[in-house]
């Protein structure tokens, strides 16, 4: 049966069920990095040795039924700065990954973690590319450099929404036969910290979450809701703001409205469980985006969520079926769609239905995405020749 080692910074979110329905078709093996609880929910200091067998591992015990833990390494990683001692990782990995001897390899990423595989199996890797362009305010100098390297010597590329292919290949001059696409999918890791017990506090909960950042549009969302509280007749609606990060505005007048609860710190999955759980319907009224991890949690969840017409978002979100889609930066918009979603909870209740339907046994589902990446791993392996 074909190898394949997945090397990712990112231990669950879409890798588990991707994972889950690759090993289907092939063996996994599975490489993450715990560099900090905010990037992957790992506690990097319950680990003692530099690299750690998953069946080792307590914090991803619960994904067993999911993820091979025997086929599992978790990385006890080192700040970029400490170039030194990310280079013997890199060498430590590389070691594990001689012995396994993959057929294709698939990174997520370019960091200095995976640099000496990537140099190494770079003729039979697939690079997945999360953020085809940088977001706003996020174009920082070492992650240009390392893309840039990532992008000369690995020629297999894998987008993950098909609206920006085209500008992708155009943008950075890639060969069109060598750049594949595939989606998304429900994010199920959630599911294994779900919680029966929550109660709902209001007709209409409104939820944001998610690293707070400029391109998410906080503010926009912040102020179309403020707009809704003056208006006469609309009673028994909130909206939390959960997520870590610094505001790009003065978010202290908003504490003052008693409907608005602002969460800024990090969410871990206990807690997204539970706020999701809660939540009525989803906003995300990005300026710019790619495709978005938030969907596809609240998806978990069967609720339905508001979108920006951005990036890859329309793809993932199916107007007026799963969720609604609107212009970017208009508050006018956001308020419509939230009363629309006050008016008309049976509505609601449909897209979840809907949502169910498509991404839980329809074509946006995990195996149809996974086909995608079956797809590009066997059209990498068939062309690959050694030295």
């Known amino acids: 049966m074909m190898k394949v080692a997945y090397l990712t910074t990112i231990a669950f979110d879409a890798n588990v069920s991707l994972i889950k329905e690759l090993m289907n078709k092939c063996d ?44 599992t390494y978790v990385i006890k990683g080192v ?12 060498y430590k990995i590389n070691k594990i990954l001689n012995e396994i001897n993959p057929d294709v390899v698939l ?19 697939l690079l997945i590319v999360h953020d085809p362009f940088f977001h706003s305010g996020e174009n920082f100098l070492a992650d240009r450099i390392l893309r ?8 297999y590329k894998l987008l993950l929404n098909k609206n920006q292919t085209k500008d992708f290949i155009n943008h950075y001059k890639q060969d069109p036969t060598k750049v594949f696409t595939s989606f998304l999918s429900v994010y199920e890791y959630l599911t294994s910290y779900h919680d029966e017990n929550y109660k709902k506090d209001s007709n209409l909960n409104v939820l944001f979450f998610g690293r707070i950042s400029p391109y998410k549009g906080v503010k926009f969302l912040l102020d179309a809701f403020v707009e809704i509280l003056k ?3 609309k009673k ?14 003065d978010i202290n007048p908003y504490y003052s409205y008693p409907q608005i609860r602002i969460i800024n710190n990090y969410i871990m999955p206990e807690e997204l469980s539970r706020l999701i759980n809660e939540a009525t319907i989803v906003v995300c009224p990005y300026t710019d985006a790619t495709q978005s991890g938030v969907i596809m949690s609240s998806f978990a ?23 609604i889609v609107i212009e970017p930066k208009n508050v006018k918009a956001i308020k419509e769609a939230i009363l629309y979603s006050y008016d008309n909870p049976d509505v609601l209740k449909k897209m979840a239905v809907n949502i169910e339907n498509e991404y839980f046994y329809g074509e946006k589902s995990w195996k149809h995405s996974a086909n995608h990446f079956w797809n590009a791993i066997q ?8 030295d």
């Open 28 to 71: 996994v093996y599975f490489f993450t990095e715990a560099f900090s609880e905010a990037n992957n929910y790992l506690n990097k200091e319950a680990l003692s040795e530099t690299i750690t067998l998953g069946t080792k591992v307590d914090q991803i015990q619960r994904f067993s039924k999911m993820i091979p833990l025997e086929k």
């Open 79 to 90: 700040k970029q700065r400490n170039l030194f001692k990310k280079i013997y990782i890199s």
């Open 107 to 125: 990174l997520d990423n370019h960091i200095l973690t995976y640099f000496i595989s990537a140099i190494k199996y770079r003729k039979k890797s």
């Open 148 to 155: 840039k390297l990532y992008f000369s010597f690995i020629d």
């Open 231 to 233: 208006d006469d007749g």
């Open 236 to 249: 028994n609606i909130t909206l939390t703001v959960a997520g870590s990060g610094n505001f790009d505005f």
């Open 301 to 323: 969840f069967k609720k339905p969520v508001i979108v920006t017409n951005v990036g890859g978002l329309p793809e993932m979100v199916n107007h007026n079926k799963t969720g």
């Open 379 to 386: 059209i990498i392996n068939n062309n690959f020749t050694y």
